[in-house]
């Protein structure tokens, strides 16, 4: 499903804690890993401290066919670490701060990156602390013509309507879930009518895609001034941990390759639910599972 455009993920990598196991996280790389099983042309962007964490990390992604090129290596800051609290839908994270990709530093490098790239996906985690809110919002400056991708991903405390909105003014593309809409309701006065709300974040925001996740109930999709909606497929849940940034994953990838609308979210409603039937946050799949899932009814 190659779009042979350059997309770069742009945030964390970490460690997510289940009790004594860890797994290989982060909601940009999860979306760069699912991108990259499906054929996409993708970089990320990311910090890790000299520790032996963050040589795991890196052969984590060195093993996922991901260049080390563009992920810092901190002598001052340690490798991200979260604590994951709970199972199947019901998830927390305690996010420790700060750690090295709180300290991302502008390079050549990376900033030439950016600037050939044709997708840029980002989240919010990145603007909790100054170093890494400067360079990210440097790379949305950087980048004028690439669509910009931006997954809210609220993770209390750390996020600020301040920092909230300037990231939506430079998102071409928006996803959030239920519980960080309704926080936007609030914010911005929208309408308690969520699909009217996306309409209003469009308008407010001059954001053409808004996609609104609804966990095991689906997705809807404002694009193209026509509204989407998918009920989700079902299946039993062994992990929900990164279904969201599968989904995000999948349907960026079909609306690059310019998939009619409804297709990219038949797709990445079936992606998300796959990840979501096994355990980690980036199982390796293979196409003919995704084909399945497509098959049944919702």
């Known amino acids: 499903m190659s779009t042979s455009k350059k997309i770069v993920c742009i945030g964390e990598i ?9 797994v290989a996280g982060g909601a940009p790389f999860n979306v760069a890993k699912n991108l990259k099983q499906l054929g996409e042309d993708v970089d990320l962007i990311s910090g890790v ?9 890196l052969s984590v992604l060195e093993n996922a066919g991901f260049s080390q090129g563009f992920v810092q290596k901190s002598e001052v800051l340690a490798t991200s670490e979260v604590e994951v609290v709970g199972k199947g839908n019901e998830i927390s994270y305690k996010i420790l701060e700060p750690v090295a990709w ?3 530093q502008l390079t050549s490098e990376n900033i030439h990156l950016v600037e050939k790239a044709e997708a840029l996906v980002f989240g919010s985690l990145m603007a909790r602390q100054d170093v890494s809110k400067n360079t990210l919002f440097h790379f949305l400056e950087s ?19 301040e920092n909230i ?59 193209g001034g026509k509204i989407y909606s998918h009920e989700g497929y079902q299946v039993q849940v062994e992990d929900a941990v990164g279904a969201g940034d599968a989904f995000l994953g999948g ?31 980036t199982p390796n799949y293979n196409p003919i599972e995704i084909d399945e899932i497509l098959k049944r009814n919702c």
């Open 14 to 22: 970490l460690w997510d804690k289940f009790g004594e196991n860890k």
């Open 49 to 57: 401290g000299n520790d032996d964490l963050g040589m795991e990390l």
């Open 102 to 104: 709180d300290d991302l």
């Open 143 to 161: 980048a004028p013509n690439a669509q910009k991708v931006f997954d809210i991903n609220l993770r209390a405390p750390h996020y600020t309507k």
């Open 165 to 223: 909105e300037g990231l939506l003014y430079y998102a071409d593309f928006v996803k959030l879930n239920q519980e960080e809409l309704e926080l936007l309701i609030k914010w911005f006065q929208l309408s308690e009518d969520q699909e009217e709300a996306l309409i209003q974040l469009e308008e407010e925001f001059n954001c053409p895609i808004v996609c609104l996740t609804r966990g095991g109930n689906g997705a809807i999709l404002r694009f």
């Open 251 to 281: 349907l960026v990838s079909c609306l690059l390759s310019e998939k009619e609308p409804m297709e990219a979210l038949n797709f990445a409603c079936a992606l998300g639910a796959l990840i979501a039937s096994k355990k980690g946050a």
